[in-house]
């Protein structure tokens, strides 16, 4: 039997590991969000990961309210960095793999084609660099270790696809950015990108989206269609959109190690949605 404990496990991804391994029978799964237990608080980390001897932590908590961020920066790095710290700390000293999810937000957007895992993070905004910490504070405290930066992602939870399917009850026509470009990814892709790695020694920094590009305006529109709404899109510019955060305009990430490495190859994000539209 082998222990898996994860945390922010009321969130996308936590919800999205369980349905993946609820069923399973070599698999224990340790539940915990901010109530059982708050990442940021590095004794508690300590005692409850002494306490259940993990084989591996699966990191699912963060802040990930992008224009919140801003506004709090230092509750940001709480939870984004020192929060990953704690955990990394416990793993190292109890000898759990440390699985540990991080954003396409570290870059800064500037490229002209994707991120690999050997370009060199410069991130924009409050959540990229809270995130960026907390990737570092990983590869500190821990060596047997799994960075996943993935993009763009939704599941069972607060994510763009509910938003807008929920603004199409009321609107006709919705503005959406068009002049940022990234990878949707839905938290199936993402859980078995995890599965391929977590029972491995195949350790570092690996991108995890799914293949294809688009903006979020055409996010929106295929959404839309796939639901068979009505509602227009209207196509707006991040400056008349005006978000507290800046955001990369350019954030598509090549899964170079994942390909490499293991040879797996991710869902385009349009057969993603399609199987996460027909499932809603
Ligand atoms: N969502 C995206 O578009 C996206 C894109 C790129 C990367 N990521 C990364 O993917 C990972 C999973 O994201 P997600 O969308 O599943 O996030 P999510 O739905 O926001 O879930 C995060 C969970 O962590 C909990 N949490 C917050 N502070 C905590 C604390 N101090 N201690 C313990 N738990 C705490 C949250 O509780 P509350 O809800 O009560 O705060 C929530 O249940 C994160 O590392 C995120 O940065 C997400």
């Known amino acids: 039997m082998k222990k898996i404990f994860i945390t ?3 969130g996308q991804l936590g919800r999205a590991v369980n349905a993946r391994y609820a069923n399973h029978k070599e698999i224990e799964l340790i539940n915990t969000d901010v109530a059982e237990l708050d990442i940021t608080n590095v004794e508690a980390v300590l005692n409850m990961i002494r306490e ?4 591996a932590i699966i990191n699912c908590a963060a802040h990930t309210a992008v224009d919140a961020c801003e506004t709090d920066e230092d509750n940001a790095y709480r939870i984004n960095a020192i929060g990953a710290r704690n955990l990394s700390i416990a793993a190292g000293q109890t000898g759990a793999k440390m699985m540990h999810i991080s954003t396409d ?13 050997f ?3 410069n991130p924009q905004s409050a959540y990229g660099r809270t995130k960026l910490a907390g990737e570092l504070f990983v590869k500190e405290f821990t060596d047997r270790h799994f960075i996943i930066r993935t993009a763009w992602l939704y599941g069972d939870g607060k994510n763009f696809v509910k938003t807008m399917l929920r603004l199409s009850e009321e ?5 959406v950015v068009n002049d940022q470009v990234g990878s949707p990814t839905s938290t199936r892709v993402l859980t078995d990108i995890i599965d391929r790695l977590l029972w491995t020694d195949n350790y570092g920094t690996f991108h995890g989206t799914c293949e ?9 529109e295929e959404i839309f269609r796939l639901a068979k709404k009505d509602t227009r899109v209207k ?15 350019y954030s598509v ?3 170079y190690m994942l390909k490499l490495t293991t040879g797996y190859v991710a869902d385009d994000w349009k057969i993603a949605i399609k199987e996460y539209i027909d499932r809603l």
Request: glycine letters at 6%; a negative charge; charged letters at 20%.
């Open 8 to 10: 922010g496990a009321n």
């Open 171 to 175: 609107h006709d026509e919705i503005s």
């Open 235 to 249: 196509r707006v510019t991040s400056a008349e959109y005006n978000a507290a955060a800046n955001r990369p305009a």
């Open 105 to 117: 937000y570290v870059f800064a957007g500037d490229a002209k084609k994707p991120y690999t895992e």
């Open 119 to 121: 370009d060199m993070p």
């Open 212 to 220: 294809g590009v688009c903006s979020w305006a055409d996010f929106a």
């Open 52 to 55: 259940v001897q993990p084989y």
């Open 253 to 255: 990430l090549d899964n």
